[in-house]
């Protein structure tokens, strides 16, 4: 069983920076599309980067230029790289692990193929 441990969220201003990391229990990224979800209050769960084994990464429109998911095999971990935070980044970010998936945004908009969850950290951005 994979498991998933999230952690950097915290509260920051509009144009600031936080880095999200996603500590996983056994070293599955040669193997697993790996991937940042968020949800925030009353909305549904959107897919906002994915990455995969090869390192081919897709970025949701609404976070791409800004946010920069990456990987280090040697700590088993994941990173979502935020900058120029904007209000309506506020959300609680996942980490997700799902076998073999392909690394696009049609990938993104379906969190059910992911086997694996983190049990998320929050980040609130204010203006």
């Known amino acids: 069983q994979v498991q998933l441990v999230e952690s950097g969220g915290g509260s920051v201003q509009a144009g600031g920076s936080l880095r999200l990391s996603c500590a996983a229990s056994?070293?599955?990224?040669?193997?697993?599309?790996m991937a940042w979800f968020r949800q925030a209050p009353g909305k549904e769960r959107e897919g906002v980067a994915a990455?995969?084994?090869?390192?081919?990464?897709t970025y949701a429109d609404s976070v791409k230029g800004r946010f920069t998911i990456s990987k280090d095999n040697a700590k088993n971990t994941l990173y979502l790289q935020m900058n120029n935070l904007k209000p309506e980044d506020t959300a609680m970010y996942y980490c997700a692990a799902g076998s073999y998936l392909p690394v696009t945004k049609a990938t993104l908009t379906n969190p059910s193929r992911f086997r694996y969850w983190g049990q998320g950290t929050q980040v609130t951005v204010s203006s």
């Open positions: 056994e070293y599955i990224y040669n193997k697993y599309c």
């Open positions: 990455l995969d084994s090869d390192g081919s990464t």
